[in-house]
């Protein structure tokens, strides 16, 4: 589907994005949960529903697909 590079490019990406979350989220959330629980709880809420609708349009499924090796 995608060469090897751009698969690499794309998963170091997105593991750096997912630490950098991982390091801010838990500092931000528990400044809103004490100054404004609704928007803390609809944040997290259309997170969610963001992450659902993303993942109910993946285009296809890859698995036994033969993946390419290089860009050309």
Do not use: W
């Not at 528990?30 to 109910?56: C, E, K, Y």
Request: glycine share 12%.
């Amino acid at each position: 589907v995608y060469p090897t590079t751009f698969r690499a490019l794309g998963m170091g990406f997105g593991n750096f994005f997912s630490k950098m979350a991982g390091f801010i989220v838990p500092y931000v959330s528990q400044m809103l949960v004490f100054d404004h629980p609704a928007i803390a709880m609809g944040l997290m809420a259309g997170a969610i529903f963001l992450a659902g609708i993303a993942a109910a349009f993946l285009p296809f499924e890859t698995r036994g697909v033969q993946m390419k090796e290089r860009a050309k």
